[in-house]
């Protein structure tokens, strides 16, 4: 498999690129694997990649209905970051981001992360107090966040609008480490990275069953024939409750669509990512120069990839309150993902009532950031069948059980996350 550097670019250069071969093999199903993993996205391609590099285990298959990183992976508006408040979130999120600084350096590729930082505006006293608190409990677990004022504000994006007409900006919460990573390079590394360890990708390989016997996983029924395995770890986002009906079992979890929008390219505008506080919107630049920006969800359940009207004129029209020069600019692509939303907006890394299955899932729509900590876990949780401290809390029973994990204080609602 290809080694990159710059060297190799420049001599590419001149033999006119001709040289490269593809990034990853493409693996056809073999009878049986130790261990299969149901998704080809980023969270399948990270446990595959951490059950060879930490846990020895090569002898794996991941499957994806389509190709790689063409589900919530490459869809998403690739913001990084880890400014959450309960303990056990804060301390997940904060291993994601330490994994995602030194990931080039894991997986031989060029993530492209940028650490540009991550803003949160905030319009009132009661924001103020709640961001406040929030950056407090990043703090007290050595995760850096820093409150600013307006002044700070304006130094950090001068293009926002501080006294618009919907809520005047009084500051925000910032995370300097924040920042953002380009999809497609992300599900590209970690596809490479595991199958330079020996992991067979295959594509167009949709699992139509799970095979079980007597409580026990025995392998997966798909499209390209049957293939054993003594585990099974499903990673499918939004896909997730008809893979475990498949295998008997419901799970607490909600599919709902989320939007995002790209602009025509531009000369350097925004330097950071932003957060409005006064209604859905969030934004930040690409390095092409497209503004990438997004609000909340539809609101009604769907695992149609493409969105409504009615959010994405919420989305502009905030958009423009925020910051009115994007009032001159033309949107030119829209789409949308099918989001595995849970009632208390926190995850599932864990085994599942059946023996031998495993799943990392309910990101709800905050699942790109958790990559590559979603795929250590998981990979932890397969190869040792039981959870790593950091995604000890992230079972399916803690409802039953009274520990919902409500980060957003939303309630049970899993349209309100
Ligand atoms: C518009 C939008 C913006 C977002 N912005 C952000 C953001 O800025 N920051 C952030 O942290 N998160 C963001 N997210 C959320 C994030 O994208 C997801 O949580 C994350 O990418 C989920 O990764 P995944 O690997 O679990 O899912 P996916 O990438 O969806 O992978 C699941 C894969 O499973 C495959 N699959 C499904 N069923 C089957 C089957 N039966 N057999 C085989 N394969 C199957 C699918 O084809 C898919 O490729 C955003 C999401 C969207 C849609």
Redesign the pocket.
Known sequence: MPQYSAFRIFAEGLRGNTGWQPAWRKARPKPRYQVVI????????ATAFYLAELHGIRDVAV???????????????????SNYLLPENNRFYEHSLKLWEGLERSLGYNVMMSQRGVLNLFHNDAQKAAYTRRGNAMRLNGIDAELVDREGVRALCPIIDLDNGRYPVMGGLLQRRGG?AP?DAV?WGFAKAASDRGIDIIEH????GLLVEGGAIRGVR?TRGEIAAAKVGL?????TS??TAMAGFDVPIETHL???FVSEGLKPLVDCVVTFGAGHF?ISQSDKGGLVF?GGLDGYASYGQRGTLKEAEHVFATGCTMIPALKRLRALRS??????MTPDASPYVCRTPISGLYM??G?????????PA?GWCHAWTIARDEPHALNAAFTLDRFREGRALDEKGAGPFPWLQ
């Open positions: 149901v998704g080809g996205g980023g969270h399948g391609l499957v994806e209905r389509g190709l790689v990183g063409q589900g919530n992976t490459g869809r998403n508006t690739t913001i990084v970051r953002t999809h599900a390989c949709e699992v139509t798909t990673a499918v986002a939004g896909h008809t893979l989320l939007q995002a969030y997004g789409w949308a993902g099918v989001m595995d990392t899932a990101w709800s729509y905050g699942g790109f950031k958790a990559t979603s």
